[in-house]
């Protein structure tokens, strides 16, 4: 899934960017998830969301929070999310480059519908899709790598993230608590996460076997651990597993 936020004051152009993605990712058979936003103040409101979209596309001039200070705010807060600028001028290309821009589009264009496409092609070419998770912990923002993340369950108002952690020959797991719910994550997870539980999501790499009522999961290098499963879905949670390890070899 590729994630696209669009901050711009005009709801008409925000609905003409929205019609160029989805008829690019239509085209090319991929998944997309696109939220829209009006001002800066709201694109800027949640970390842990505005840590895990591919792709952040601001208009430099609005009302209250600009482009400019959008990005300027990202940036402090220690998101590296790639951000892309759009608007009417050049203006403002010198200082847009300090946030670590990867692409200055101008509206007034003729270009702009291929530019912006090929703004999407860039990024994916740059950074792997799900290949990390950005979360807040505590306050500071931590990124931490898919392929490590073992095992993600709901705990009331927080949700646990098992780590790998590897020493020499030997790994087991750190466990991560955060205050946030498990529908706040699952559109940042690869294919390679499977929910087997309202409260389970597990990472297919670490699945041992299942049993008749439970997932079981390696989580250290000598350890085993049953996760609670949805048994009236054990059918389909068997086919999603085995269509994943197809789809590896």
């Known amino acids: 899934m590729f994630r696209i936020a ?8 925000i609905k ?8 690019y990712f239509l085209s090319s058979g991929e998944n997309c998830s ?5 001002c800066g103040a709201d694109l800027i409101k949640d970390d842990n969301k505005l840590a895990n979209y591919n792709l952040i596309l601001l208009d430099c001039e609005m009302p209250g929070i600009s482009g400019l200070e959008a990005a300027e ?5 220690g ?3 790639p951000i892309a600028f759009s608007t009417n001028y050049y203006d403002f290309t010198i200082k847009g480059y300090h946030y670590g821009l990867v692409r200055y589009l101008v509206k007034t264009e003729d270009s702009f519908r291929d530019n912006i496409i090929e703004c999407i092609k860039y990024v994916k070419s740059i950074k792997k ?3 990390y998770l950005s979360i807040k912990v505590n306050g500071v923002m931590q990124t931490y790598k898919q392929s490590d993340i073992v095992w993600i369950t709901s705990d009331k108002h927080y949700i646990k993230l098992f780590v790998k952690n590897e020493a020499e020959d030997t790994w087991n797991c750190s466990e991560i608590k955060v205050r946030m719910k498990l529908e706040d994550i699952t559109d940042s997870l690869s294919s390679a996460f499977l929910r087997v539980h309202n409260r389970n ?10 049993s008749p009522y439970f997932v079981v999961l390696n989580t250290s290098s000598q350890t085993k651990t049953n996760i609670s499963m949805t048994v009236r879905n054990k059918r389909d949670l068997h086919k999603k597993y085995y269509a994943y390890k197809g789809s590896l070899l």
């Open 6 to 13: 669009l901050c711009d004051d005009n709801e008409q152009f």
């Open 16 to 23: 003409f960017e929205n019609e160029i993605i989805q008829d």
């Open 129 to 131: 899709e799900n290949e």
């Open 73 to 77: 705010v990202i940036r402090e807060k």
């Open 201 to 210: 999501i597990v990472n297919m790499d670490y699945i041992s076997e299942f």
């Open 79 to 81: 998101i590296n999310v």
């Open 34 to 38: 696109i939220d829209s936003y009006n």
